[in-house]
């Protein structure tokens, strides 16, 4: 299989974690490259232009960070990110990593593109205050310290959505203000696959 990637996409990040999780990093061969210089390779594997992409070994491409990983759960399914005992909850909780992490992902592409006032627009306050709405929730729910035998595609979500706040948007300073979710945060990123895949 191959993987497009870069080093800062938190989407590609997740994936990247998922194979790690899944004993499944040898079977892949990363495709470091540039969704924002139109790179022509990742363009001819995926239309869209965008990252995370997974070329299957029958040569089918893969987008959405999402079902890149519903997919590789499927070619092994142990240790399964989305065990079939907790399903609701696993996606419930992927549901608002990912979320957090569009908020956060867009709100840094917005200013890329066209300043840091953009922030004052309708749409980026509308970002903000989903931002704020999710880490008052993942702090009312994150209350226990995660298992460091397992993990899932929920816990993953979030721990990258999180690092990528600190990484990119340090100002929302979401560790300071939640001690308990900083306690959680720590003891999922303190994982190989998180080490590895630390944003740079
Ligand atoms: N919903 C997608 C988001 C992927 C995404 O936005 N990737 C960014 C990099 S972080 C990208 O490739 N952007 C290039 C572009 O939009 O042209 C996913 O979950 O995979």
Redesign the pocket.
Same mark, same amino acid.
């Given at each position: 299989m191959e993987l497009y990637l870069?080093a800062? *996409?938190?989407?590609?990040r997740?994936t990247r974690i998922v194979l790690l999780e899944k004993g499944l990093a040898e079977t892949v061969t990363l495709k470091w490259c540039d %969704?924002?210089a139109d790179d022509a390779e990742l363009l001819k594997a995926n239309p869209?232009?965008? +990252? %995370?992409a997974l070329v299957t070994e029958e040569g089918a491409t893969l *987008?959405? *960070? @999402?079902l +890149?990983a519903v997919y590789l759960d499927s070619v092994s399914p142990n240790p399964p990110m989305l065990p079939a005992a907790n399903m609701a909850e696993v996606m419930h909780l992927a549901g608002l990593g990912?979320n957090l @992490?569009?908020a956060a992902?867009t709100t840094v +592409?917005a200013r890329k593109h066209y300043g840091n006032a953009i922030d004052e627009s309708e749409l980026g306050q509308r970002r903000s205050r989903a931002i704020q709405r999710l880490l008052n929730q993942l702090k009312g729910e994150l209350g226990e310290t995660p298992q460091p035998s397992t993990i899932n595609l929920g816990e993953i979500a979030i721990a990258v959505a999180l690092d990528y706040l600190a990484f990119r948007l340090p100002e929302v300073s979401w560790k300071e203000e939640n001690p308990q979710l900083q306690e959680w945060h720590l003891a999922v990123t303190a994982r190989a696959s998180f080490q590895e895949t630390a944003f740079v």
């Open positions: 870069n800062t *996409s938190p989407y590609a997740l %969704p924002w869209a232009g965008r +990252i %995370p *987008s959405e *960070s @999402m +890149i990912q @992490m569009d992902f +592409i």
